[in-house]
């Protein structure tokens, strides 16, 4: 299954233990897991502003993601498909990798889902999600 990360749910699996972390792990040894350029470049500037990591942490963070994940090009959207337009080529790169799954706490995204067919669920609902499909 190829599962795209949100950076708030990378972010919080990075930042500390719990259900972001599980599902991130399970993800990485069970699944393809997908990001963005922008998710990276979110996730960078997330670390060393907002939580004040140093830069070479947050890279060390970045390096960590890069080993694991499929990093995708960035997509441009077509259309509008989110309420906010920062949101449009995380949607676009999801779909367009045909990812199975986009994992995001953002409420922005989570109210459109299903997208074309592409679920976008909280972490919490993960576990339910992967247990249906098997």
């Given at each position: 299954?190829?599962?795209?990360?949100d950076?708030?749910?990378?972010?919080?699996?990075?930042?500390?233990?719990?259900l972001?972390?599980?599902?991130?792990?399970?993800?990485?040894?069970?699944?393809?897991?997908?990001?963005?350029?922008q998710?990276?470049?979110?996730?960078?500037?997330?670390?060393?502003?907002?939580?004040?990591?140093?830069?070479?942490e947050?890279?060390?963070?970045?390096?960590?993601?890069?080993?694991?994940?499929?990093?995708?090009?960035?997509?441009?959207?077509?259309?509008?498909?989110?309420?906010?337009?920062?949101d449009?080529?995380?949607?676009?790169?999801?779909?367009?990798?045909?990812?199975?799954?986009?994992?995001?706490?953002?409420?922005d995204?989570?109210?459109?889902?299903?997208?074309?067919?592409?679920?976008?669920?909280?972490p919490?609902?993960?576990?339910?999600?992967?247990?249906?499909?098997?």
């Open positions: 299954m190829k599962v795209f990360f950076t708030n749910v990378l972010l919080a699996a990075y930042l500390g233990s719990g972001c972390d599980e599902v991130y792990e399970h993800c990485v040894a069970r699944h393809q897991v997908l990001v963005s350029q998710v990276l470049r979110e996730m960078k500037a997330k670390l060393t502003g907002k939580f004040k990591r140093p830069g070479v947050a890279e060390r963070v970045l390096a960590s993601i890069q080993a694991v994940a499929l990093v995708l090009k960035d997509q441009a959207a077509k259309s509008k498909l989110c309420r906010d337009p920062e449009d080529s995380i949607l676009a790169t999801a779909l367009a990798a045909k990812a199975d799954l986009l994992l995001s706490g953002d409420m995204l989570l109210v459109l889902h299903p997208l074309k067919g592409m679920p976008i669920l909280v919490a609902a993960f576990w339910r999600f992967e247990a249906e499909r098997a």
